[in-house]
């Protein structure tokens, strides 16, 4: 398998299991009762994919000696994460989040400065991909005992990836009362590959899909004709 397909199926990339720090050398674990974390002054934006992963934040932020970024794990009712219906320019099929009562997702809150967030944009909303919004009337625990009625995320703007009528759960996060599927990244690259090119290795599939941006693009127009809408009422669009 090429480093590229390698990548991609990687998505979301690796996850710890407890809120933690990361800085130019590396990440650490927050432990019970830790003092060092200044929340003052950064924002909360949700993540639901891979801005979970410090591998992934890694590659998006530069040096981070003077401002590391606290990255805390959170309990969200009533949404999920899911499949988006396109295509990252380096091949996965990424995540956004998902209205529905009743469920329960586990995710992290990255935590970022003014220009950690200006960033951050460059790499969501740039692309034209998300929509950067603010959340609000939510229930969101995070870890460590802090509880938030609103936050930020990133909202895809073609909504959800679309199978069978239901959307798509990311197998590598953990979710109570999630009624429909979850996948993994391999599963969801075949189901695209099955619809939008059959017949084809999926190799092959993900490899036009970053080496051929018309290609991609296209694709990620047949993907978006049945996708579902996000219908949360109480958000607020704040940068598209």
Not at 162 to 174: I, K, M, N, Y
Not at 181 to 189: K, L, T
Not at 211 to 232: G, M, Q
Request: aromatic share 8%; proline share 6%.
């Amino acid at each position: 398998m090429s480093p590229v397909v390698t990548h991609a199926k990687a998505y979301p990339f690796s996850i710890p299991e407890k809120s933690y720090v990361l800085g130019k050398s590396g990440y650490r674990l927050i432990g019970d009762g830790d003092t060092q974390l200044d929340l003052s002054n950064l924002t909360p934006v949700l993540a639901c994919g891979s801005n979970q992963s410090p591998e992934q934040l890694a590659r998006k932020f530069g040096d981070l000696d003077d401002h590391p970024i606290p990255v805390l794990k959170t309990r969200i009712n009533d949404f999920d994460a899911v499949h988006s219906p396109h295509f990252s320019a380096y091949g996965s099929i990424p995540a956004t989040l998902h209205y529905h009562p009743g469920v329960e997702a586990t995710l992290f809150t990255n935590w970022l400065n003014d220009a950690q967030l200006e960033r951050m944009h460059e790499t969501e909303v740039a692309a034209e991909n998300y929509h950067y919004v603010r959340l609000e009337s939510i229930s969101l625990h995070i870890e460590g005992g802090k509880r938030l009625d609103s936050v930020h995320c990133y909202i895809s703007r073609r909504g959800a990836l679309a199978h069978d009528g239901q959307p798509l759960g990311l197998e590598a996060v953990p979710a109570t009362g999630r009624h429909w599927p979850q996948v993994s990244q391999h599963d969801v690259q075949s189901l695209a590959r099955d619809r939008l090119s059959p017949g084809a290795k999926l190799e092959s599939f993900i490899t036009q899909n970053v080496n051929d941006a018309t290609t991609r693009r296209s694709r990620i127009a047949e993907l978006a004709k049945n996708a579902l809408p996000f219908t949360y009422d109480n958000v607020h669009v704040v940068a598209v």
